[in-house]
């Protein structure tokens, strides 16, 4: 047994700040899409985010979205080349905040592609502002003494949202705090993917990971951060799964 | 046994793999990378069982293991 770098993955270090999980989630995917032998034909959204980057790392076909519409552009390579397996990576303030809309429309069309969306509460890469997942009381730079209920509102739950609708196949949060999270997030990861390629519909895996650096926290700290804080308020879990039901949500 | 390699130029010292190895058989150096940070290393090769919980926790594939 050897636990090496995916092939899907270029051998190039990467420009996330030590502690990131964003390094975590690029192993995930890309072993996801090793196991399932589809990077032949697998095509890429990069995000506008700290992962604008992506397509730096990734041995698959990629296309560069504005922020917030990579499910928009997703639907769009997925239905013209339906044979191709598509996938969207984004972050918090891109999915949730500027790209809620492309998101739950893609979702509530069940449109065959995986979103793999990365919450940090936090914008990373413009230099930690507040996003729409940010927890009641997070200090960032745009609310310096706290996010407030009143003023900003409380942090928006995107599977439980997206939950609700009829369209999505498979939605489940998951974590990378912790190695046992992390072999469960490598499960969702996979299932999404598979979902995808056997044609059941939307499919969404949220993944709680860290942000030391906007966080203002060590590695450490962040770890615990999202293990006592980030999963109160947003619980790990299967929210939609009906890739059981052959046939159903096509 | 198993082989356990570590590409101390891509580590950037952020110490999850430390916290992540349940035998505790991962410190941190004494002296510095190209990157200018202190990398993780293991001294004590044969205490480790590869179970893999490190090579998971690294967001820099700085590490690799075989068995």
Avoid at chain 1, 215 to 224: G, H, M, R, T
Avoid at chain 1, 230 to 243: E, Y
Wanted: aromatic share 6%.
């Amino acid at each position: 047994m050897k636990l090496a770098r995916p092939q899907t993955l270029y051998d190039v270090p990467t420009h996330y700040c030590g502690g990131c999980g964003h390094g975590i989630i690029h192993r995930l995917v890309a072993q996801a899409i090793d196991d399932l032998g589809i990077r032949e034909k697998t095509i890429a959204t990069a995000p506008v985010g700290c992962a604008v980057l992506f397509y730096d790392y990734f041995n698959v076909d990629m296309i560069e979205c504005p922020h917030g519409r990579s499910p928009a552009a997703a639907t769009a390579i997925k239905r013209v080349r339906p044979d191709n397996i598509v996938f969207t990576y984004q972050g918090d303030g891109d999915l949730a905040s500027i790209g809620m809309t492309e998101t739950i429309h893609t979702a509530n069309r069940s449109e065959n592609i995986t979103v793999i969306f990365v919450n940090n509460a936090i914008y990373g890469m413009t230099g930690g502002q507040m996003a729409p997942t940010s927890l009641i009381g997070q200090k960032t730079t745009t609310s310096p003494y706290g996010r407030g209920a009143h003023g900003e509102g409380k942090p928006i739950r995107v599977c439980e949202l997206l939950s609700t609708l009829d369209g999505p196949a498979y939605i489940e949060r998951v974590s990378v705090a912790s190695p046992a999270d992390i072999i469960k997030a490598q499960k969702a990861i996979t299932k999404a993917f598979t979902c995808q390629v056997e044609g059941k519909g939307f499919s969404l895996v949220e993944v709680l990971s860290m942000c030391p650096t906007d966080w203002k926290l060590s590695p450490a700290q962040a770890v615990d951060f999202v293990n006592n804080d980030m999963k109160a308020v947003f619980p790990l879990g299967v929210f939609k799964d009906i890739t059981s039901v052959s046939g159903e949500n096509t | 046994m198993a082989q356990i390699k570590f590409n101390i130029e891509r580590c950037k010292s952020c110490e999850l793999c430390v916290a992540a190895c349940p035998r505790k058989l991962i410190t941190m150096s004494d002296d510095y990378n190209p990157k200018g940070v202190r990398y993780a290393c293991i001294h004590d090769t044969a205490k480790c069982s590869a179970c893999g919980m490190c090579y998971r926790t690294c967001p820099d594939l700085v590490i690799e293991i075989e068995k």
